[in-house]
């Protein structure tokens, strides 16, 4: 089905079942254990054995020699696959590191080796007999010092982007706002570790595995092993957390992969906390200055936004400068990207990447310039909003609610309480203020197929390859199906993350949703075409209720199309050029309140509220969950995430849960999502787009200016830590 017209009427819009708040379908089998994550496949491939990955010691250089005696002779031990013995390999285009590296090491904790055992502690034990001789070379770690050798990225999508004349206007402006930014590396640190099973049939190879996209996958296992994409099938029906992490295949199932073509046994890898932070992709740091010139009224007139990011050679940049060329209207703008190489664990996509660390700092910025223009910082940004895209004046929005989402989120929060004067509000010990910032995100489609099927028994089957990391899409695509075929949510069995199924969206980028479920869409369009066609109904006319096919009078079972067999239809969503027509986006507005110990600078949210116009909510206890997560990990970011380097060995220092700090929802005791009223006809017949992202996008800056509003310290350098707010904070005796 091609996708190019607005959608009009359709099936979906009876929100009979799509748009409910219904619980996950999967939520009994995730509470009760019985969901199967990718290490715990225990049953389908017996004899299984364990790998264990050795990583890189240095983040630059070479191997001289390895020393694998000890360690081939220990208990238990079936092989030691390294790059000697792994024969060619090639590297598959999402990865800009080799998954396996020998002898030369592009990054710490770069796999270097998988010991192969009986047991998982056999492997352990071996792993650490191995004997590792290093050349360590001279690397670049540190973003500020890479800074000056920075380039521009290649890719015509990471070009310098100029409207008007951005000097000249920024020169003439009024009011003028030119600061610099910096955030630091991000980890996702998921729950669910990266892990795989792989086993080998023959020349055909099956990996059990925790990845979001798994057509992406298939295609960079295939090219790293060298082997026919038909020879592989991926599986991976449930996954504990990704965030992006798992956007691409990883060392885990490479490295099974090749153990088990070894051994010739099943083998099942886990990567342990410090690999998945130094050997897998993170969210990479960001220096970032904001220039932004203004009438004495408020109106921008010139705004420019340049970023510096860093990334191994042949990486891509963090694309912070994004939401900038979208978000305020203006006449004169400017947007650049410079990419630095460093040495470094391989920088890649995290929640909202680019805008996620962008808004960190754009929406200070305009809280900055408001302060300058003693203005209300929600009545600057409903002043400087924009319908059509500002760099393209012909192309409006699809949808823009930004001003609602403003208005709507003030309102509600008690926007009108906040103090004017910061460091003004106090309750006992604690200063307290009031922050807000704009959301952002675009809305991206992405071809998604699916296959139906009638069962003889008149329940609905789903299958493809469409992955849950926890976002709740066995859910909203049994809705779909449910809506599209007049039956009820527990008539609709959906399978899920297997590549023997249609190739849908996958999860990330947001688009997953609203893609995956518009693949389920057109091919309920065809099963309800071959239905109505067995009952010898019209079927441009039939109507699919309560387990019913109707035309007019006529009336019959849905069950009784499928009597003498099941009946399957396959079919997959493509999309024409609405796109480029129209800028299709999502917005929305977050506000915190924070209270800060006038004594020791500690900092607690109090409470968040989001406001969000993200298109249709299929389900909004689904989509609320998704926000305030969002919510959780844009304070996280905020306050106190950021992996640290060991600027001369060129590692994460802090690599675990330990070191690596989170906050849970418990950290934050009042949080509220509202959802506009929305259908965008412009993005697809379930007229949704994303939100899971959109939940991120400007909770850091929304923080930080609660923060300045709490105590009249201003803090640009991510995160807001205490040792960043002590030596300026007011008299606490005052």
């Not at 979906?12 to 994550?37: E, M, N």
């Not at 590297?91 to 590296?101: D, F, P, S, V």
């Not at 099927?453 to 329940?459: A, S």
């Not at 066995?474 to 949510?489: D, H, S």
């Amino acid at each position: 089905m091609k996708f190019d017209t607005p959608a009009t009427t359709n099936p979906i819009d009876q929100l009979k079942v799509v748009g409910k708040p219904h619980d996950r379908i999967d939520g009994p089998l995730k509470t009760s254990g019985r969901a199967p994550y990718a290490y715990e496949h225990h049953e389908v491939a017996p004899g299984q054995v364990y790998g264990y990955v050795i990583g890189a010691g240095i983040a630059k250089g070479r191997i001289r020699s390895m020393d694998l005696a000890a360690a081939k002779s220990a208990p238990g031990v079936l092989g030691i696959v390294t790059a000697q013995n792994a024969g060619k390999l090639g590297k598959g285009k999402m990865n800009t590191a080799h998954l396996l590296a020998g002898p030369q090491i592009e990054h710490y904790h770069q796999a270097i080796a998988v010991v192969v055992a009986e047991t998982f502690e056999q492997a352990r034990a071996a792993a650490q007999l191995v004997k590792v001789d290093y050349a360590r070379e001279q690397g670049a770690y540190e973003l500020s010092s890479a800074k000056a050798g920075a380039k521009m990225p290649e890719g015509k999508d990471n070009a310098d982007q100029s409207v008007g004349d951005f000097a000249g206007a920024f020169a003439a402006a009024p009011v003028q706002l030119d600061a610099t930014y910096t955030t630091p590396d991000h980890a996702h640190a998921m729950m669910e570790p990266h892990a795989s099973i792989a086993q080998w049939e023959g020349d055909k190879l099956t990996v059990w595995t925790s990845n979001q996209m798994i057509a992406w996958g298939v295609g960079d296992v295939a090219a790293t092993l060298q082997i026919p994409k038909e020879n592989v099938r991926l599986v991976s029906p449930y996954i504990g957390g990704g965030f992006g992490g798992k956007l691409f295949v990883r060392t885990d199932a490479i490295m099974a992969a090749l153990a088990a073509r070894e051994v010739k046994r099943p083998v099942k890898v886990t990567l342990t906390r410090p690999l998945m932070f130094n050997n897998t992709t993170h969210r990479p740091a960001t220096i970032q200055r904001v220039r932004i010139g203004a009438t004495a009224e408020g109106k921008i007139t010139a705004i420019g936004h340049e970023s510096w990011s860093g990334d191994l050679p042949g990486g891509s940049p963090e694309t912070a400068v994004a939401q900038t060329q979208l978000l305020y209207a203006g006449a004169n703008r400017m947007t650049a990207m410079r990419l630095a190489v460093l040495d470094l664990p391989e920088g890649n996509a995290m929640r909202a990447p680019g805008e996620a660390p962008g808004l960190m700092v754009l929406e200070i910025a305009m809280d900055e310039l408001a302060e300058k223009l003693k203005m209300d910082p929600v009545k600057l940004r409903v002043l400087n909003d924009t319908q059509v895209d500002p760099a393209k004046p012909e192309r409006p929005f699809s949808q823009r609610q930004l001003i609602k989402c403003l208005e709507e989120g003030a309102a509600r929060f008690g926007w009108d309480k906040r103090p004017a004067k910061p460091a003004s509000r106090r309750d006992g010990r604690w200063l307290v203020g009031m922050g807000m910032a704009a959301a952002y995100r675009g809305n991206l489609n992405m071809k998604s197929g699916a296959r139906v099927r009638l069962e003889t028994d008149g329940r609905v089957t789903v299958e493809t390859d469409m992955t849950d990391i926890g976002t709740g899409s066995y859910t909203i695509i049994a809705q779909t199906a449910a809506e599209m075929m007049g039956v009820t949510l527990d008539k609709v069995e959906v399978r899920l993350g297997d590549s023997a199924f249609p190739v849908s969206a996958g999860s990330g980028g947001q688009w997953g949703a609203n893609s995956a479920t518009a693949g389920v869409y057109a091919a309920c369009v065809k099963l309800r075409e071959a239905v109505a066609a067995k009952l010898g109904l019209d079927p441009a006319t039939a109507a699919f209720a309560d387990g019913q096919v109707s035309v007019g009078k006529q009336r019959k079972a849905l069950a009784s199309a499928a009597s003498d067999g099941a009946i399957t239809a396959e079919d997959t969503m493509e999309y024409g050029d609405l796109a480029k027509r129209q800028q299709q986006s999502t917005f929305g507005a977050h506000f915190v309140e924070v209270a800060v110990d006038a004594a020791t600078a500690e900092v607690r949210i109090r409470r968040m509220l989001a406001v969000c116009a993200a298109g249709r909510i299929l389900n909004p206890k689904s989509a609320r969950s998704q926000v305030i997560g969002a919510m959780a990990m844009g304070a996280g970011a905020a306050l106190m995430e950021e992996l640290v380097v060991d600027k001369r060995l060129g590692f994460f220092v802090n690599h675990d849960l330990a070191g690596y700090e989170v906050p849970v929802h418990a950290d934050i005791p009042h949080q509220e999502v509202i959802f506009l009223d929305e259908a965008d006809a412009a993005v697809s017949p379930m007229k949704a787009k994303g939100v899971g992202e959109l939940g991120i996008c400007g909770v850091g800056a929304a923080v930080a200016n609660a923060i300045y509003n709490a105590t009249g310290v201003r803090v640009r350098d991510y995160p807001i830590t205490l040792d960043k707010l002590l030596p300026k904070m007011p008299d606490p005796f005052v």
